[in-house]
Every structure is written in structure tokens, then in C-alpha cells.
T-cell receptor
């Protein structure tokens, strides 16, 4: 298995909702990443997990809460989002923090209404 | 991570070589040059990387100048499916994307 799988592919949520994005890989990678991409902009790094521990939080608002329950799974919990949080959320993984060749998922297209 | 500069857009005729330039004049000695591409609405895809030497794989070639201040990604025979945003990244410990180049392959 050489893929990063993200679910759901599309999500529409209200500003008072709580939802979660899921990312899964079975390549034995020990580093996992969340990126946010607004339309016509490059991906921006949000969080880095290394060996299931949060190692980088790029000053992301607390309404985004990451979780890494095991080495194969990465979640992003969403609560009280704003319409400007609408974006493509990308998950990626790599063998470890010092390895090249990130593998990206296809992303979750999030719309906040 | 060093900043990279790429032209915002380029066109290329189908079947011809696409040469995508990248400037990284502040790159440090331990930073690799990475290239990714992103086809519309998909996740970025790794293409190639290098440190000092030129590199080639089944997708592309990477030419790095001797002073390492710039590089060129070469797609030898561009197809319509190569239309994408191409990102050049000076990588040390994390992947930070710049603005990239929108490559459009024309029939």
C-alpha cells in the first residue's frame, strides 16, 4: 500500500458544528503532516507529528485540534470554524522527519457555511 | 528554509521539452532542491530532488548549477497530463511551498 487516504473527500459544515478529518497510511511512515491550501495558493504547513507526538504547530488557531492515535492514523478535529477556514486540507506522510519524498493524500475539500 | 523564486506561469507545446527554472540564491549547503507538482484539485506529487549533482528519474531531470543558486526541472516530452503547478522547494527539515509555476501544456 503506497497511498495516503483522506476521508471525507468533501465536507460542508456550519460554524457551530464539530467535525473531524481523517488521514490513514499503511506504509510504516512515522511522520505525518497537515497542510491547508486556499484556492490558487500553495499548501501551508499546519502541524507535524513525529512518532505520534506533535512536533510542530505553525501557530494554528485552537479551533483546529490534531490527534495522532497511532502510527497509521492522523485526525484533525474541527470546532467553531469560520467561513475563511474553507479550504483544501491535505495530509502527508514520510518515513520520518528527516526523510525526503512526502506522500500526499488527495485532500478534503472543506466548506464552512 | 531558503526562499525560491519561480516564474508564475509557462506554456509548452505537447511533445516538446518543458524547462522550468528556479532561483534559490540563499540556499545553504545542507538544503536539498526538491520538485513537486500539483495537478488541479489533487495532492502534491513528488517528482525529483538533488543536492549538488544533476539527477534523472523516469519522470524528469534536474539540473543544478555549480554554485547551487539555481536549478532547472526538465520534462523531456511534455504531455497534456503534465499540466500542473510545479513547486521548487529548498528543503532542510520540512516542506515549505512557494508560489510555484503553472505549466500549461498546449496541444
Amino acid at each position: 500500500d503506497t497511498e495516503v487516504t483522506q476521508t471525507p473527500k468533501h465536507l460542508v459544515m456550519g460554524m457551530t458544528n464539530k467535525k473531524s478529518l481523517k488521514c490513514e497510511q499503511h506504509m510504516g511512515h512515522r511522520a505525518m503532516y497537515w497542510y491547508k491550501q486556499k484556492a490558487k495558493k500553495p499548501p501551508e504547513l499546519m502541524f507535524v507529528y513525529s512518532y505520534e507526538k506533535l512536533s510542530i504547530n505553525e501557530s494554528v488557531p485552537s479551533r483546529f485540534s490534531p490527534e495522532c492515535p497511532n502510527s497509521s492514523l492522523l485526525n484533525l478535529h474541527l470546532h467553531a470554524l469560520q467561513p475563511e477556514d474553507s479550504a483544501l486540507y491535505l495530509c502527508a506522510s514520510s518515513l520520518d522527519r528527516d526523510s525526503y519524498g512526502y506522500t500526499f493524500g488527495s485532500g478534503t475539500r472543506l466548506t464552512v457555511v | 528554509d531558503a526562499k525560491t523564486t519561480q516564474p508564475p506561469s509557462m506554456d509548452c507545446a505537447e511533445g516538446r521539452a518543458a524547462n522550468l527554472p528556479c532561483n534559490h540564491s540563499t540556499i545553504s549547503g545542507n538544503e536539498y532542491v526538491y520538485w513537486y507538482r500539483q495537478i488541479h484539485s489533487q495532492g502534491p506529487q513528488y517528482i525529483i530532488h538533488g543536492l549538488k549533482n544533476n539527477e534523472t528519474n523516469e519522470m524528469a531531470s534536474l539540473i543544478i548549477t555549480e554554485d547551487r543558486k539555481s536549478s532547472t526541472l526538465i520534462l523531456p516530452h511534455a504531455t497534456l497530463r503534465d499540466t500542473a503547478v510545479y513547486y521548487c522547494i529548498a528543503y532542510s527539515r520540512q516542506l515549505t511551498f512557494g508560489s510555484g509555476t503553472q505549466l500549461t501544456v498546449l496541444p
